[in-house]
Structure formats: structure tokens, C-alpha cells
């Protein structure tokens, strides 16, 4: 079979994610036969370097051979059962295993089966513990201007990417949206630290605005992920965590893209040391497997949901899938990993290569911005790099960058106009050093 036989095929029944179908007339899809650690392998044999860890998904590779071998002992032994009423060995050992390795206090998991759906988990759950405890006027949320926190009505309503967001418009909920702290927009001489300091007036003008009538504040620490890559510094989320305390508000940690050890850290809210009333993950959960998704919350929150069943205080959501155990079992396979290869220790060498492989980038003509935050490498290409202005977005330059990459053998999916490296933590020093020299020949190429 040849890449043609599939894409024919493909194209006459299947309709792809996040995409404009047409631009297939043009742009060749990419056909995967096989993986194997970094690598894809398409039908026609050619290979590509997973640098976006299959949107960012993939921690320890494909057909990674330690998580294979748990998901087929797991598949002769139970493959699924309903979780309400029963129980399971995954789940039980995977619920310990996140309680102790999550930010202190985290111990209750409740499941669900994609980031989408475990961020609509923590909104019902936050408002209901308000109701719950009596405070029915908390019906509002609080989130940061570029935000993304998934595909759902109200995961759109919550997030702030237009492009995702604004047909939809007219079927969203209203959110409060708060100024984001990001480091791009930093004044010269200022920190990233500054500008957090500098923006958190702002979330305080909301908190003391809208506190009374607001379930919680919902914000994806360090990295916006979907907004571009765009990255803060830890100092917000110290003053964040505080002022909510204060205001009698939640802090939803939405980990989902940043978790498992993408930041430095296992999850990014311990580089501020705070700890959120709900932490939603998902993505690095299960290495890029399953589809599975957790989100943690305290004992004060459990309480007020436990009661008698006439008080109708209970959290009554599910979803078909929740808590599968080929996925429990995956997701303990990828904490096995993490600890038996001491990942962390690794990926801050990685970070500093990655770092290192970039570093021409900041003296490009056309490039406004290198930023990153441990396994995290995204570059913004500008028209013009002392004002900063963007290329028009509908000369498409980052989807050269992209061609350009899958013709050298990368996967280099941009977010518009930033090429980004989010690779899996496999990956090689050299195969880090051949992802900048292909990005970099795409830059040159994209900005003619
Ligand atoms: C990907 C993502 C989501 C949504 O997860 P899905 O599994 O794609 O529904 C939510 N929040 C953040 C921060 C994400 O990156």
C-alpha cells in the first residue's frame, strides 16, 4: 500500500480535526503506517521527527515497549467496566500514585475521558460546591485573555482563542476576562516577573468587582499552549492564589498541555509552590495512548458533596469511559517511567539543548521572540522585528514552515505564525540540534 491509496480513501469518508478540508486539494495529508520512539513512518516509507509529540500527547515515544506491554497485560485482564458502583486495581493505584505526587491537599480524583471534558468536571464541580454550601449567586467565571481550555460550549465560553471561539459566540456563556500576564507584551527593562506583578492589578480589579457573583478562576499555569505558546512567569500565580483565598473564589489549574513534566516540574503550579482547588490533566496522562482525563480536588471540596441522597447534594456527572482501566493502566506505566528514569532529571539537559540549538534565532530578522519554559521551545516570526508587526495572517507563513519541515522529515505543526518544538522526552541532543536547523532553513524559507 502506498501513501495515494490511503489518502484517496481517507479523503472520500473522513473529516479531520481542526481543519479546512480543502486545503487537502493542495496539501498532501500525511498517512502514518508505524511509530517508533521520536519517529513516524509513513507509507511510503518516508520517516518524520514527532516534535510536537502528536499535539502534545507523547512523553516516552511511540510503541514506547514498556507502556505496550502494560496496556496488553491489562487487555487480557479487564478491559473495561462501569465505574459507578464498581471498582478496579488501575484505578485505585493510579488515584494514589496523582494524590501523592500532586500539589498538597489534591486527594480526590474524579474522572473523565478528554481535557474538554475534565475542565467542564471542575466548572460544574466549583459552582456546585457554591451551591452546595449555599452561596447560589456564584455563576460566574474568571479566565485570562488568550486562554484555551478546550473544544465544548462551555470550554469555549471560558477560553479566549477567536479563531476557535467566535462563531460560536452567540451559544456561549459569558465569562469575565481578565488582561493574561504575558511576557511578550513586557516593556523594555522589565522582567517577566514585573509584568506579572504590573498585570495582576487587573485580576484584582475583577476579584473585588465580581468575587460575590464568581464559582472560580480558571487559568493554565505558565504556558497558554493553543494562545500561541505565550508564557508567564510563576509570580502570578503566587499573587493569584492568595487573592482568590482572599475573595472566597476557586483557582482551577487547567495542567492539561503543561502537566507530566512539560515545565520542568511535574506539574507547573509547583514552580509557584500553590496549590489549586481543582487541577485538570489529561494529555501526558496516558504518554499519548488513551484517551483519559483526571481532575483533582481537596477534601474540602469532597465534603460538600457528601450527604444523604434525599439532599440531593451529590455530583451526578459521568461519562461512558470514565475511568477505563487500559488507560489507568497505561497512565501507571507512564509514572512507572518517570520514576525508574528519573525524566525530570533528563529533560532540564534536553531544555538547556533545546535552548542552545535556538539560540541564532534571537539575532533572525524576522523573528520577534524565543521563549521557553523547560520542554517548550516556540519562536514568533514577524514581519518586522523591531516593531514587532505581524505577518496578515492570511499569507498562511507558518504552514510553510510546516512544509517545509514535513519535506526534511518533521513534524513541525505551528500555531499561525510561531513554529514550536514540544517533543517527546525521548528525543536525542541531535535530533533536537536537526528540529532547529529545519526550523530555522523554514523560517528563511517563510519570510521570502
Ligand atoms: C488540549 C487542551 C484542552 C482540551 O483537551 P482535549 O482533550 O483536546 O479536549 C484543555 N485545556 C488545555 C490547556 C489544553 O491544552
Not at 481543519?19 to 520512539?37: N, Y
Not at 482525563?293 to 440531593?312: G, H, I, P
Not at 510546516?402 to 526534511?408: F, N, P
Not at 505551528?414 to 535530533?431: C, F, K
Amino acid at each position: 500500500m502506498k501513501n495515494s491509496d490511503i489518502i484517496d480513501r481517507d479523503l472520500a469518508v473522513v473529516w479531520h480535526p481542526c481543519t479546512q478540508m480543502k486545503d487537502h486539494e493542495s496539501l498532501p495529508l500525511v498517512p502514518i503506517r508505524r511509530g517508533e520512539g521520536v519517529w513516524l513512518e509513513d507509507f511510503d516509507g518516508k520517516r518524520y521527527i514527532d516534535a510536537i509529540s502528536s499535539w502534545w500527547v507523547n512523553l516516552f515515544g511511540h510503541a514506547n515497549p514498556r507502556i505496550n506491554a502494560a496496556v496488553k497485560d491489562q487487555l487480557d485482564t479487564l478491559e473495561h467496566v462501569i465505574l459507578a458502583g464498581f471498582s478496579h486495581q488501575p484505578v485505585v493505584e493510579l488515584s494514589e500514585r496523582l494524590v501523592k505526587i500532586a500539589p498538597p491537599g489534591l486527594n480526590h480524583c474524579f474522572y473523565a475521558d478528554n481535557g474538554s471534558a475534565a475542565v467542564e468536571v471542575a466548572l460544574k464541580m466549583s459552582f456546585h460546591y457554591w451551591r452546595n454550601t449555599g452561596k447560589t449567586n456564584k455563576t460566574k467565571f474568571i479566565t485570562l485573555s488568550n486562554s484555551y481550555h478546550g473544544e465544548t460550549l462551555g470550554t469555549l465560553a471560558i477560553g479566549d482563542v477567536a479563531l476557535y471561539k467566535k462563531t460560536y459566540e452567540p451559544l456561549l456563556m459569558e465569562a469575565i476576562t481578565v488582561p493574561a500576564p504575558d511576557c511578550y507584551d513586557r516593556e523594555p527593562g522589565e522582567s517577566c516577573a514585573d509584568v506579572a506583578h504590573r498585570m495582576f492589578v487587573h485580576m484584582e480589579q475583577a476579584l473585588e468587582r465580581h468575587a460575590h457573583e464568581t464559582a472560580a478562576v480558571i487559568v493554565e499555569p505558565l504556558v497558554q499552549c493553543a494562545g500561541t505558546m505565550r508564557m508567564y512567569d510563576p509570580e502570578y500565580l503566587r499573587l493569584l492564589r492568595e487573592a482568590c483565598d482572599r475573595h472566597g473564589v476557586h483557582l482551577i489549574a487547567d495542567e492539561i498541555a503543561v502537566g507530566f513534566g512539560r515545565t520542568g516540574t511535574m506539574f507547573a503550579c509547583e514552580q509557584a509552590a500553590i496549590s489549586p482547588d481543582f487541577m485538570t490533566t489529561s494529555k501526558g496522562l496516558t504518554a499519548g495512548y488513551l484517551p483519559m482525563a483526571v481532575v483533582l480536588t481537596n477534601e474540602t471540596v469532597y465534603r460538600a458533596f457528601y450527604d444523604e441522597y434525599e439532599n440531593l447534594t451529590a455530583f451526578l456527572h459521568s461519562h461512558s469511559y470514565t475511568g477505563n482501566p487500559l488507560a489507568c493502566r497505561t497512565a501507571l506505566a507512564t509514572l512507572d517511567i518517570f520514576e525508574e528514569d528519573d525524566v525530570l532529571a533528563r529533560n532540564v539537559e534536553l531544555a538547556e539543548v533545546m535552548r542552545q540549538a535556538t539560540e541564532h534565532l534571537n539575532e533572525h530578522p524576522h523573528v520577534a521572540d524565543v521563549r521557553q519554559t523547560g520542554m517548550i521551545l516556540a519562536v514568533e516570526m514577524v514581519k518586522d522585528r523591531a516593531t514587532r508587526e505581524p505577518f496578515d495572517w492570511k499569507e498562511r507563513r507558518g504552514l510553510r514552515v510546516y512544509q517545509h519541515a514535513l519535506s526534511r522529515g518533521a513534524l513541525l505543526r505551528p500555531l499561525g505564525n510561531v513554529s514550536y518544538m514540544m517533543p517527546p522526552y525521548v528525543i536525542t541532543p541531535e535530533q533536537i540540534y536537526f528540529l532547529a536547523e529545519v526550523m530555522t532553513e523554514g523560517i528563511d524559507k517563510a519570510v521570502k
